[in-house]
C-alpha cells in the first residue's frame, strides 16, 4: 500500500479498513540534514519554507487573469510543464484535500468531482467553513478514488476538465504505468498538481527535474488554472497578515514548548509520529510556529515513525497535537481518557496539564491553512496568542472572539465571494 493512501485509511479507518494507519506522503528520502535527493539522485533545491511568494506562472497573453475567460492560456509547473487550457475548467478531478480546498477558495468548489474520502474530509472542511459566512463545501456524491484505488476507467467515465493530480505521483499508483498517465493527459484533460512537495520527499524514476512548491506557491498556479489571480493576491495577504502576526510575538527559541504531533492508533497502545519543523507543505501549519520539536532527532524512514508510550515519556512534550482529531473519525474526549488511563500515559506532563489539543488535517489547502495556523498558535502560545476553546466532537471550528482571531474571517469569506 502507497504511504499516501496510508493516512487516509487512517483516518476512515471505521469505514474503510479496521485498522488505523495514519502514515505520511509519498516515499521516503530526507537526509539528516534536511535536504532530500531527487529520482536521479541528485540533490534538489527547494523553495523557502510556506512564505508569501505570489506562485502563479500564467505565460500567455490572452490570459487577463480573470474568472470564466474564454481565450486560451497556458500556466506552468512542475512536473508538468507548460500545460495549455482552451477555457476554464467547469469540471476538476482532485484527490488530496488541498485541492478541493483550494477551489472553494477561488469560487470554483462547486466544479470538484471527486476527492478522497469525501464524507470525512468534506465534513472537516465544513468545518471550517462553518466560521466564514456563506462559504460551505457540497461533497455529498463525489466519487472516491480512495475506495477502489485510482481508477483510469473512472477517469474515462468522468471525463473532467482538468486533473489536480501529480502525474509523476499517478504513475506509481497500483495497476499505472507511465503510458496511462499521458493517456489520461492527452485523452481526457490535462494533469496538473504537485504531490511529492507535500514532504519534499524524491519523484519516482523519470521526473529529475523536478520542483518543490510551498502550499501557497502551489495555490497560486492552480489560481492561475482557474484565472482567479485576484482572489489568489487577495487571500494571500491575508495570508502575510497571519504570518507576520505570528513571528512578530513568537518567544525566544528557549522560552517555546516542546511539542510532538501524533495520531493514536487503533490500539490505544501505540502512536503514529511526525515531524514539526521539517520542510514540506504538509508542514505548513506547524513549521510557522518553531515549536521545539521533542522527536526533532528522529530520523524516521518514510517522514513518520511509530512510537509506544514509554517512549512518549522519554520525550514527555509539553504539548500534544493530535492529528485528525477535528475530523470526524476521533472523538478528543475519548482519547485524552485513554491517555490518561494509560499507567504510563497518564504520567505525561501534557496529559496532566490538559494540554492534548485536536488538530485538523496535513493535507490543508489555504483556508485550513489559515484556520489551523491559528490553532496551532494558540494551542502552543496561549499566554502570547489568547487561550484556545476545547474542541467538541462533531462541532465546527471554535468561536473565538473578534479580538482575539488572528485573521479576518469577513475579509476571507468576502474574497471566496468575489467581493474583494
Given at each position: ?262 495520531t493514536l492508533a487503533a490500539d490505544d497502545q501505540s502512536f503514529y509520529t ?38 512518549m515519556l522519554e520525550a514527555d512534550p509539553d504539548v500534544i497535537l493530535h ?98
Open positions: 500500500m502507497h504511504d499516501d493512501r496510508r493516512a487516509f485509511l487512517g483516518a476512515a479507518a471505521a469505514t474503510l479498513s479496521g485498522t488505523v494507519l495514519a502514515g505520511c506522503t509519498g516515499n521516503s528520502g530526507e537526509s539528516s540534514d534536511g535536504t532530500t535527493a531527487n529520482g536521479s539522485g541528485s540533490a534538489t533545491s527547494t523553495t523557502a519554507a510556506d512564505t508569501t511568494e505570489s506562485g502563479g506562472n500564467g505565460t500567455a497573453a490572452e490570459d487577463t487573469g480573470e474568472s470564466g475567460g474564454s481565450s486560451s492560456y497556458t500556466v506552468t509547473a512542475s512536473p508538468m510543464g507548460e500545460v495549455a487550457f482552451d477555457v476554464v475548467p467547469e469540471s476538476a478531478f482532485t484527490v488530496f484535500t488541498q485541492y478541493p480546498d483550494m477551489l472553494v477558495a477561488l469560487g470554483h468548489g462547486e466544479k470538484v468531482d471527486a476527492m478522497y474520502v469525501p464524507e470525512m474530509a468534506g465534513t472537516t472542511m465544513n468545518r471550517y467553513y462553518e466560521r466564514l459566512d456563506g462559504v460551505s463545501f457540497d461533497w455529498e456524491g463525489l466519487y472516491d478514488p480512495l475506495a477502489d484505488g485510482l481508477s483510469k476507467e473512472r477517469l474515462l467515465e468522468l471525463d473532467s476538465d482538468v486533473h489536480l493530480a501529480d502525474p509523476a505521483w499517478a504513475s506509481t499508483q497500483n495497476n499505472w504505468e507511465q503510458a496511462d498517465v499521458e493517456e489520461i493527459g492527452s485523452q481526457v484533460a490535462p494533469w496538473f498538481g504537485n504531490f511529492y512537495s507535500g514532504t519534499q520527499a524524491p519523484a519516482p524514476e523519470g521526473y529529475s527535474d523536478y520542483q518543490y512548491y510551498s502550499l501557497w506557491e502551489l495555490f497560486g498556479k492552480v489560481a492561475e488554472v482557474f484565472r482567479e489571480r485576484e482572489r489568489f493576491e487577495a487571500l494571500n495577504a491575508v495570508h502575510a497578515d497571519l504570518l507576520s502576526t505570528v513571528e512578530a510575538d513568537l518567544p525566544p527559541k528557549e522560552e517555546r514548548p516542546t511539542a510532538v504531533r501524533v511526525y515531524h514539526l519543523n521539517k520542510p514540506g507543505y504538509w508542514l505548513a501549519d506547524t513549521r510557522p510556529l518553531g515549536a521545539n520539536d521533542a522527536f526533532a532527532e528522529e530520523d524516521w524512514e518514510s517522514l513518520w515513525g511509530t512510537v509506544d508510550y514509554e517512549t492529528l485528525w482529531g477535528m475530523t470526524p473519525n476521533y472523538d478528543m474526549s475519548s482519547v485524552r481518557r485513554t491517555l490518561a488511563d494509560d499507567p504510563v500515559g497518564g504520567q505525561l506532563n501534557a496529559v496532566e496539564n490538559d494540554r492534548v489539543y485536536a488538530q485538523g488535517m496535513r493535507y490543508q489547502g489555504p483556508i485550513m491553512n489559515l484556520f489551523q495556523t491559528e490553532m496551532t498558535a494558540k494551542q502552543l502560545y496561549p499566554d502570547v496568542f489568547g487561550e484556545w476553546p476545547r474542541y467538541e466532537a462533531g462541532s465546527p471550528y471554535p468561536e473565538i472572539p473578534a479580538e482575539e482571531q488572528l485573521f479576518d474571517r469577513r475579509r476571507v469569506a468576502d474574497i471566496v465571494a468575489g467581493s474583494n
